[in-house]
């Protein structure tokens, strides 16, 4: 929850980034709070803290209080530490690990909110899956793609923009697109949703809470992992993507039952017969 509020900060009004520093520098006390002690401490409004909430990805303040209380209370073994420039190699890789780990502690308490259900049944009846992905996002579509297909649904990836736009305009119901984006900020991926949408196709979305993508997309797996991108591409980010494609390819196998078990043994023994 931390994280999130830090990573929302560059998008939030002067005074909602007030209600944001306060709340980043004391994170029990805005927890035990109610909205006027936090508008009053913070030197805002109450409506002032209520949008903040919002534009957080939450629905309001008793929701924030909740998210913070659960966030608070959760260890803090694996809090995330920035990796320096005079760490020795045994204390970044350690950072690295760490943050890894409390980037999937904090999906795995976001999975309940998560459209599951609605998107596993999607997939099961859909005539093709379209994975698609920009920069780094891109090698995760691929990766989602390779491990589908051998459900027995038919199953492609597309990593640049051009191809994305010209998939969209012939989209069609029955097609499924997962669009893959650590921001969320492109304005082609949002373009393309909802002209995939227009054309009858179901479009999900893997992405930052609260990003124009999530908010363009029919399904949206809002999750945000901390990570500073300016220098290193993507690390959280990617493996939280990776887990959620992992869990939908395994939800879809069940969903579709013994004719998935019977693609992926077909699929095994391809392999097996080759060698």
């Known amino acids: 929850m931390l994280d999130r509020i830090e990573q929302s900060k560059a998008r939030l009004s002067r005074a909602e980034q007030r209600v944001a520093n306060w709340v980043l520098a004391h994170p029990r006390e805005a927890a035990e709070s109610t909205v006027a002690e936090v508008a009053r401490l913070s030197g805002t409004s109450e409506p002032s ?9 939450l629905d309001g303040f008793r929701e924030f209080t909740i998210r913070l209380t659960e966030a608070l209370s959760r260890p803090d073994s694996f809090v995330h530490h920035d990796v320096n420039a005079d760490d020795g190699i045994a204390d970044a890789t350690a950072k690295v690990v760490d943050s890894a780990i409390q980037s999937l502690l904090d999906l795995r308490s976001q999975l309940s909110a998560m459209p599951f259900e609605a998107v596993v049944a999607e997939l099961a009846r859909a005539r093709q899956i379209v994975f698609a992905g920009l920069g780094a ?14 459900l027995g649904t038919p199953c492609s990836t597309l990593i640049d923009t051009p191809s994305i736009r010209q998939f969209a305009a012939i989209a069609a119901p029955g097609d499924v697109l997962i669009l893959i984006s650590k921001t969320g ?6 373009e393309a949703a909802r002209e995939a949408m227009n054309n009858g196709a179901t479009v999900v979305g893997l992405t930052e809470r609260g990003s124009e993508l999530g908010n363009a997309v029919q399904y949206a797996f809002a999750c945000s992992a901390y990570e500073d991108t300016n220098i290193y591409t993507p690390m959280n980010s990617r493996l939280v993507h990776l887990a959620l494609l992992d869990a939908l390819q395994v939800a879809l196998a069940l969903a579709i039952g013994e004719t998935a078990a019977a693609n992926l043994r077909r699929s095994k023994d391809a392999l097996s017969s080759s060698r």
Do not use: N, P, Y
């Not at 803290?49 to 990805?57: A, K, L, P, S, Y």
């Not at 900020?185 to 949002?190: F, G, I, N």
């Open 49 to 57: 803290v209520i949008r903040f909430c919002r534009r957080v990805g």
């Open 185 to 190: 900020r492109s304005s082609e991926l949002c």
């Open 137 to 150: 996002s891109g090698h995760v579509a691929r990766d989602a793609c390779h491990k589908l297909f051998r």
